[in-house]
Protein backbone atom coordinates (compact mmCIF):
# COMPACT_ATOMS: atom_id res chain seq x y z
CA UNK A 1 0.00 0.00 0.00
CA UNK A 2 1.44 3.38 -0.95
CA UNK A 3 0.85 4.90 2.35
CA UNK A 4 2.71 2.16 4.22
CA UNK A 5 5.41 3.41 2.07
CA UNK A 6 8.07 6.39 3.11
CA UNK A 7 9.21 8.78 -0.11
CA UNK A 8 11.51 10.14 2.83
CA UNK A 9 13.23 13.39 1.28
CA UNK A 10 12.29 12.38 -2.28
CA UNK A 11 9.22 14.67 -3.83
CA UNK A 12 7.71 11.37 -6.32
CA UNK A 13 8.19 7.88 -5.41
CA UNK A 14 9.53 7.75 -9.32
CA UNK A 15 13.00 9.38 -8.08
CA UNK A 16 13.43 7.13 -4.97
CA UNK A 17 12.99 4.52 -7.11
CA UNK A 18 15.79 5.16 -10.06
CA UNK A 19 17.49 5.83 -7.28
CA UNK A 20 17.13 2.51 -5.60
CA UNK A 21 18.68 0.25 -8.59
CA UNK A 22 21.84 -0.02 -7.34
CA UNK A 23 20.82 -1.43 -4.24
CA UNK A 24 18.25 -3.52 -6.12
CA UNK A 25 20.68 -4.61 -8.06
CA UNK A 26 23.28 -6.10 -5.41
CA UNK A 27 20.31 -7.65 -3.38
CA UNK A 28 19.78 -9.32 -6.44
CA UNK A 29 23.12 -11.01 -7.00
CA UNK A 30 23.00 -11.76 -2.91
CA UNK A 31 19.71 -13.49 -3.55
CA UNK A 32 20.67 -15.50 -6.51
CA UNK A 33 24.16 -16.58 -5.06
CA UNK A 34 24.33 -19.79 -3.04
CA UNK A 35 26.45 -20.32 -0.01
CA UNK A 36 29.81 -20.04 -2.41
CA UNK A 37 29.01 -17.02 -3.94
CA UNK A 38 27.96 -19.02 -6.97
CA UNK A 39 24.80 -18.11 -9.13
CA UNK A 40 22.30 -20.04 -8.64
CA UNK A 41 18.66 -20.45 -10.02
CA UNK A 42 16.82 -23.56 -8.39
CA UNK A 43 17.12 -26.77 -10.44
CA UNK A 44 13.89 -27.84 -11.06
CA UNK A 45 13.75 -23.91 -13.01
CA UNK A 46 17.25 -24.80 -14.80
CA UNK A 47 15.95 -28.30 -16.03
CA UNK A 48 12.48 -26.58 -17.45
CA UNK A 49 14.67 -24.13 -19.21
CA UNK A 50 17.25 -26.44 -20.56
CA UNK A 51 15.04 -29.39 -21.24
CA UNK A 52 12.81 -26.84 -23.69
CA UNK A 53 13.31 -26.55 -27.07
CA UNK A 54 12.25 -23.03 -27.22
CA UNK A 55 11.10 -20.41 -24.65
CA UNK A 56 8.05 -17.79 -24.99
CA UNK A 57 8.25 -14.98 -22.68
CA UNK A 58 4.85 -13.58 -22.42
CA UNK A 59 3.99 -9.76 -20.98
CA UNK A 60 2.86 -6.52 -21.28
CA UNK A 61 3.99 -2.73 -21.27
CA UNK A 62 7.64 -2.20 -19.57
CA UNK A 63 7.91 -5.90 -18.63
CA UNK A 64 7.83 -6.79 -22.64
CA UNK A 65 10.67 -4.55 -22.93
CA UNK A 66 12.76 -6.06 -20.65
CA UNK A 67 11.49 -9.48 -22.17
CA UNK A 68 13.04 -7.96 -25.42
CA UNK A 69 16.43 -7.48 -23.78
CA UNK A 70 16.18 -10.96 -21.93
CA UNK A 71 16.12 -12.82 -25.42
CA UNK A 72 18.91 -11.59 -26.45
CA UNK A 73 20.42 -12.48 -23.11
CA UNK A 74 19.37 -16.11 -23.08
CA UNK A 75 20.02 -16.62 -26.93
CA UNK A 76 23.61 -15.38 -26.93
CA UNK A 77 24.67 -16.79 -23.50
CA UNK A 78 22.81 -20.18 -23.37
CA UNK A 79 22.07 -20.58 -26.77
CA UNK A 80 17.79 -21.53 -26.10
CA UNK A 81 15.51 -19.51 -29.09
CA UNK A 82 13.27 -17.67 -27.49
CA UNK A 83 10.13 -15.89 -28.69
CA UNK A 84 9.12 -12.74 -26.83
CA UNK A 85 5.17 -11.83 -26.86
CA UNK A 86 2.73 -9.10 -26.19
CA UNK A 87 0.09 -11.04 -23.53
CA UNK A 88 -3.01 -9.63 -25.18
CA UNK A 89 -1.57 -10.36 -28.57
CA UNK A 90 -1.04 -13.93 -28.05
CA UNK A 91 -3.83 -14.92 -26.25
CA UNK A 92 -6.11 -14.32 -29.53
CA UNK A 93 -3.31 -14.84 -32.02
CA UNK A 94 -1.20 -17.52 -30.80
CA UNK A 95 1.81 -18.37 -32.85
CA UNK A 96 2.53 -22.21 -33.76
CA UNK A 97 4.38 -23.60 -30.68
CA UNK A 98 7.81 -25.30 -30.48
CA UNK A 99 7.34 -29.16 -29.33
CA UNK A 100 8.78 -28.56 -25.84
CA UNK A 101 7.72 -24.86 -24.67
CA UNK A 102 8.42 -23.26 -21.84
CA UNK A 103 6.35 -20.07 -21.32
CA UNK A 104 7.89 -17.43 -18.88
CA UNK A 105 5.70 -14.75 -17.45
CA UNK A 106 7.26 -11.91 -16.94
CA UNK A 107 5.09 -9.23 -14.60
CA UNK A 108 6.22 -6.50 -11.79
CA UNK A 109 2.60 -7.25 -10.49
CA UNK A 110 2.00 -10.65 -11.30
CA UNK A 111 -1.85 -9.82 -11.34
CA UNK A 112 -1.85 -8.08 -15.24
CA UNK A 113 -5.06 -9.64 -16.43
CA UNK A 114 -3.98 -9.93 -20.24
CA UNK A 115 -0.85 -12.35 -18.85
CA UNK A 116 -2.98 -14.09 -16.85
CA UNK A 117 -5.13 -15.21 -19.58
CA UNK A 118 -1.97 -16.41 -21.28
CA UNK A 119 -0.93 -18.37 -18.20
CA UNK A 120 -4.73 -20.19 -18.18
CA UNK A 121 -5.20 -20.76 -21.40
CA UNK A 122 -1.04 -22.43 -21.70
CA UNK A 123 -2.02 -24.44 -19.22
CA UNK A 124 -5.04 -25.84 -20.18
CA UNK A 125 -2.60 -26.60 -23.03
CA UNK A 126 -0.57 -28.70 -20.88
CA UNK A 127 2.81 -26.47 -21.04
CA UNK A 128 4.96 -25.62 -17.95
CA UNK A 129 4.71 -22.06 -16.92
CA UNK A 130 7.74 -19.59 -14.92
CA UNK A 131 6.61 -16.71 -13.46
CA UNK A 132 9.13 -13.95 -13.07
CA UNK A 133 7.56 -11.15 -10.36
CA UNK A 134 8.43 -8.69 -7.59
CA UNK A 135 4.76 -9.92 -5.81
CA UNK A 136 5.62 -13.16 -3.83
CA UNK A 137 2.15 -14.67 -3.98
CA UNK A 138 0.73 -12.89 -6.58
CA UNK A 139 -1.93 -14.34 -9.19
CA UNK A 140 0.69 -15.13 -11.68
CA UNK A 141 3.34 -16.85 -8.96
CA UNK A 142 0.75 -19.17 -7.84
CA UNK A 143 -0.77 -20.12 -10.63
CA UNK A 144 2.63 -21.05 -12.28
CA UNK A 145 4.52 -23.87 -11.94
CA UNK A 146 7.60 -22.27 -10.62
CA UNK A 147 8.34 -18.77 -9.92
CA UNK A 148 11.47 -16.35 -9.71
CA UNK A 149 11.71 -13.32 -7.36
CA UNK A 150 12.44 -9.60 -8.69
CA UNK A 151 13.67 -8.30 -5.30
CA UNK A 152 13.14 -5.12 -6.15
CA UNK A 153 10.83 -4.10 -3.51
CA UNK A 154 7.62 -2.17 -3.58
CA UNK A 155 7.46 -0.26 -6.70
CA UNK A 156 4.18 2.63 -6.20
CA UNK A 157 5.22 5.04 -9.22
CA UNK A 158 3.09 3.92 -11.97
CA UNK A 159 6.07 3.97 -14.27
CA UNK A 160 8.09 1.23 -13.70
CA UNK A 161 11.91 1.46 -13.06
CA UNK A 162 13.42 -0.75 -10.75
CA UNK A 163 11.35 -3.44 -11.66
CA UNK A 164 12.44 -3.01 -15.62
CA UNK A 165 16.53 -3.29 -14.57
CA UNK A 166 15.49 -5.78 -11.67
CA UNK A 167 13.74 -8.19 -14.43
CA UNK A 168 16.34 -7.96 -16.98
CA UNK A 169 19.28 -8.97 -14.07
CA UNK A 170 17.41 -11.82 -13.16
CA UNK A 171 16.83 -12.73 -16.67
CA UNK A 172 20.83 -12.24 -17.15
CA UNK A 173 21.14 -14.16 -14.18
CA UNK A 174 18.94 -17.03 -15.46
CA UNK A 175 20.53 -17.14 -19.06
CA UNK A 176 23.85 -17.45 -17.04
CA UNK A 177 23.27 -20.00 -14.38
CA UNK A 178 21.55 -22.33 -17.96
CA UNK A 179 24.44 -21.41 -20.19
CA UNK A 180 26.67 -22.80 -17.73
CA UNK A 181 24.53 -25.93 -17.07
CA UNK A 182 24.67 -26.44 -20.91
CA UNK A 183 28.18 -26.14 -20.90
CA UNK A 184 28.43 -22.54 -22.30
CA UNK A 185 29.44 -19.00 -21.05
CA UNK A 186 32.01 -20.47 -18.32
CA UNK A 187 34.19 -17.63 -18.53
CA UNK A 188 31.44 -14.68 -18.31
CA UNK A 189 31.68 -13.71 -15.02
CA UNK A 190 28.23 -12.40 -14.06
CA UNK A 191 28.62 -11.87 -10.26
CA UNK A 192 31.53 -9.61 -11.14
CA UNK A 193 29.95 -7.97 -14.01
CA UNK A 194 26.85 -6.79 -12.06
CA UNK A 195 28.58 -5.61 -9.63
CA UNK A 196 29.94 -3.05 -12.11
CA UNK A 197 26.48 -2.39 -12.72
CA UNK A 198 25.85 -1.28 -9.70
CA UNK A 199 28.39 0.88 -9.44
CA UNK A 200 27.87 2.97 -12.80
CA UNK A 201 23.72 3.33 -11.92
CA UNK A 202 25.68 4.63 -8.62
CA UNK A 203 27.14 7.12 -11.31
CA UNK A 204 24.47 8.03 -13.28
CA UNK A 205 22.13 8.40 -10.19
CA UNK A 206 24.55 11.14 -9.05
CA UNK A 207 24.43 12.95 -12.40
CA UNK A 208 20.67 14.17 -11.87
CA UNK A 209 21.62 17.66 -12.36
CA UNK A 210 23.46 17.18 -15.85
CA UNK A 211 20.13 14.87 -17.11
CA UNK A 212 17.66 17.54 -16.02
CA UNK A 213 19.63 20.17 -18.14
CA UNK A 214 19.06 17.79 -20.72
CA UNK A 215 15.46 17.41 -20.33
CA UNK A 216 15.21 21.12 -19.56
CA UNK A 217 16.93 21.65 -23.64
CA UNK A 218 15.63 18.86 -25.27
CA UNK A 219 12.02 18.16 -24.09
CA UNK A 220 10.62 21.63 -22.76
CA UNK A 221 8.79 23.07 -25.55
CA UNK A 222 9.04 19.81 -27.82
CA UNK A 223 5.95 17.98 -29.34
CA UNK A 224 7.56 14.90 -30.15
CA UNK A 225 10.79 13.30 -29.39
CA UNK A 226 12.59 10.13 -31.36
CA UNK A 227 14.51 6.98 -29.74
CA UNK A 228 17.16 5.43 -31.77
CA UNK A 229 19.45 2.74 -31.48
CA UNK A 230 20.68 -0.37 -32.99
CA UNK A 231 20.74 -4.08 -31.69
CA UNK A 232 20.82 -3.93 -27.24
CA UNK A 233 20.35 -0.39 -27.59
CA UNK A 234 16.66 -0.79 -29.85
CA UNK A 235 15.21 -2.06 -26.70
CA UNK A 236 16.11 0.43 -24.08
CA UNK A 237 15.13 2.70 -27.09
CA UNK A 238 11.38 1.58 -26.90
CA UNK A 239 11.25 1.34 -22.76
CA UNK A 240 13.03 5.05 -23.00
CA UNK A 241 10.10 6.34 -24.95
CA UNK A 242 7.65 4.52 -23.37
CA UNK A 243 8.55 6.49 -20.38
CA UNK A 244 8.80 9.32 -21.82
CA UNK A 245 5.15 8.94 -23.53
CA UNK A 246 4.06 7.64 -19.97
CA UNK A 247 4.73 10.12 -17.56
CA UNK A 248 5.53 13.60 -19.98
CA UNK A 249 2.56 13.19 -22.42
CA UNK A 250 5.15 13.73 -25.11
CA UNK A 251 4.77 11.37 -28.16
CA UNK A 252 7.52 9.61 -28.28
CA UNK A 253 8.77 6.43 -30.33
CA UNK A 254 11.68 4.30 -30.15
CA UNK A 255 13.08 2.80 -33.70
CA UNK A 256 15.61 0.77 -34.80
CA UNK A 257 18.23 3.35 -36.25
CA UNK A 258 18.46 1.29 -39.45
CA UNK A 259 14.60 1.42 -40.21
CA UNK A 260 14.13 4.89 -39.27
CA UNK A 261 14.63 6.24 -42.58
CA UNK A 262 12.12 3.55 -44.08
CA UNK A 263 9.65 6.01 -43.20
CA UNK A 264 9.81 7.61 -39.83
CA UNK A 265 12.10 10.26 -40.80
CA UNK A 266 9.26 12.22 -42.66
CA UNK A 267 8.53 13.28 -39.43
CA UNK A 268 11.81 14.94 -38.67
CA UNK A 269 11.54 18.43 -38.71
CA UNK A 270 13.94 21.41 -37.43
CA UNK A 271 15.04 21.16 -33.96
CA UNK A 272 13.16 17.52 -33.51
CA UNK A 273 14.62 15.63 -30.48
CA UNK A 274 16.29 12.79 -31.46
CA UNK A 275 17.58 10.93 -28.62
CA UNK A 276 20.85 8.13 -29.55
CA UNK A 277 21.88 5.56 -27.90
CA UNK A 278 25.31 4.11 -28.38
CA UNK A 279 26.57 1.45 -26.47
CA UNK A 280 27.35 -1.17 -28.98
CA UNK A 281 30.81 -1.38 -30.72
CA UNK A 282 29.68 -3.74 -33.65
CA UNK A 283 27.21 -1.25 -34.55
CA UNK A 284 28.50 2.34 -33.51
CA UNK A 285 29.49 3.05 -36.65
CA UNK A 286 25.74 2.69 -38.06
CA UNK A 287 24.08 4.53 -35.31
CA UNK A 288 26.26 7.33 -35.80
CA UNK A 289 25.47 7.28 -39.92
CA UNK A 290 21.96 7.14 -38.33
CA UNK A 291 21.87 10.78 -36.27
CA UNK A 292 23.86 12.02 -39.59
CA UNK A 293 21.04 11.54 -41.42
CA UNK A 294 18.42 12.95 -38.93
CA UNK A 295 20.91 15.88 -38.02
CA UNK A 296 20.94 16.54 -42.14
CA UNK A 297 16.85 16.83 -41.67
CA UNK A 298 17.10 19.50 -39.13
CA UNK A 299 16.95 17.10 -35.89
CA UNK A 300 18.69 18.28 -32.38
CA UNK A 301 20.65 15.14 -31.85
CA UNK A 302 20.95 14.14 -28.10
CA UNK A 303 23.77 10.92 -28.07
CA UNK A 304 24.24 9.15 -25.27
CA UNK A 305 27.42 6.72 -25.87
CA UNK A 306 29.02 4.60 -23.46
CA UNK A 307 32.46 5.40 -22.37
CA UNK A 308 35.03 4.06 -25.08
CA UNK A 309 32.49 4.64 -27.60
CA UNK A 310 31.99 8.19 -26.95
CA UNK A 311 32.55 10.87 -29.73
CA UNK A 312 32.82 14.44 -29.52
CA UNK A 313 29.55 16.15 -29.65
CA UNK A 314 28.43 13.82 -27.36
CA UNK A 315 25.51 14.83 -25.09
CA UNK A 316 26.04 12.32 -22.17
CA UNK A 317 28.79 9.76 -21.52
CA UNK A 318 27.47 6.24 -19.63
CA UNK A 319 30.07 4.48 -17.90
CA UNK A 320 31.69 1.24 -19.20
CA UNK A 321 29.63 -2.09 -18.25
CA UNK A 322 29.65 -5.65 -20.37
CA UNK A 323 28.48 -5.03 -23.55
CA UNK A 324 25.30 -7.58 -22.57
CA UNK A 325 24.39 -5.53 -19.99
CA UNK A 326 24.32 -2.49 -20.91
CA UNK A 327 20.25 -1.74 -20.92
CA UNK A 328 20.39 -1.92 -17.19
CA UNK A 329 22.32 0.94 -16.96
CA UNK A 330 21.38 3.22 -20.60
CA UNK A 331 17.84 2.80 -19.38
CA UNK A 332 19.02 4.76 -16.23
CA UNK A 333 19.48 8.51 -18.04
CA UNK A 334 16.39 7.66 -19.90
CA UNK A 335 14.12 7.43 -17.07
CA UNK A 336 15.69 10.39 -15.19
CA UNK A 337 15.46 12.29 -18.58
CA UNK A 338 11.54 11.18 -18.60
CA UNK A 339 11.03 12.39 -14.74
CA UNK A 340 12.70 15.76 -15.29
CA UNK A 341 10.35 16.49 -18.65
CA UNK A 342 7.42 15.47 -16.71
CA UNK A 343 8.29 17.46 -14.09
CA UNK A 344 8.93 20.62 -16.23
CA UNK A 345 5.63 20.37 -17.91
CA UNK A 346 3.79 20.21 -14.55
CA UNK A 347 2.75 16.86 -15.00
CA UNK A 348 1.88 14.21 -12.13
CA UNK A 349 4.59 12.04 -12.20
CA UNK A 350 3.38 9.16 -10.08
CA UNK A 351 0.27 9.12 -11.15
CA UNK A 352 -0.09 9.83 -14.80
CA UNK A 353 -3.55 10.56 -16.58
CA UNK A 354 -5.19 7.39 -17.15
CA UNK A 355 -3.00 4.64 -16.27
CA UNK A 356 -3.00 2.31 -13.78
CA UNK A 357 0.08 0.50 -11.83
CA UNK A 358 -1.83 -3.10 -12.70
CA UNK A 359 -4.40 -3.56 -14.95
CA UNK A 360 -6.51 -6.29 -13.42
CA UNK A 361 -9.00 -6.42 -16.74
CA UNK A 362 -8.72 -7.70 -20.03
C1 LIG B 1 0.58 -1.39 -16.59
C2 LIG B 1 1.61 -0.44 -16.02
C3 LIG B 1 2.95 -0.61 -16.74
C4 LIG B 1 3.38 -2.06 -16.68
C5 LIG B 1 2.32 -2.98 -17.27
C6 LIG B 1 2.63 -4.45 -17.00
O1 LIG B 1 0.19 -0.98 -17.86
O2 LIG B 1 1.18 0.90 -16.14
O3 LIG B 1 3.93 0.19 -16.11
O4 LIG B 1 4.58 -2.23 -17.39
O5 LIG B 1 1.05 -2.74 -16.65
O6 LIG B 1 2.57 -4.67 -15.63
P1 LIG B 1 3.16 -5.91 -14.92
O7 LIG B 1 2.80 -5.74 -13.47
O8 LIG B 1 2.50 -7.12 -15.53
O9 LIG B 1 4.62 -5.91 -15.15
Redesign the pocket.
Known amino acids: DASDIEKGTYPHYMLKEIDEQPLVMRKIIQAYQDINGKLSVDSQIIDAVTEADRLYII?????YHAGLVGKQLIEKLAKIPVEVHVSSEFVYNMPLLSEKPLFIF???????AD?RAVLVKVKELGYKTLTMTNVPGSTLSREADYTLLLHAGPEIA???TK?YTAQIAVLAILADVAAKSRGFSEDFDLVHELGLVANAMEVLCGSKEEIEQMAYDYLTVTRNCFFIGRSMDYFVCLEGALKLK?ISYIQAEGFAGGELKHGTIALIEDGTPVVALATQKDVNWSIRGNVKEVVTRGANPCVISMKGLNEEGDRFVIPHVHELLTPLISVVPLQLLAYYAALHRGCDVDKPRN?????TVE
Open positions: ACGTSISQSGETSVASAELAKSV
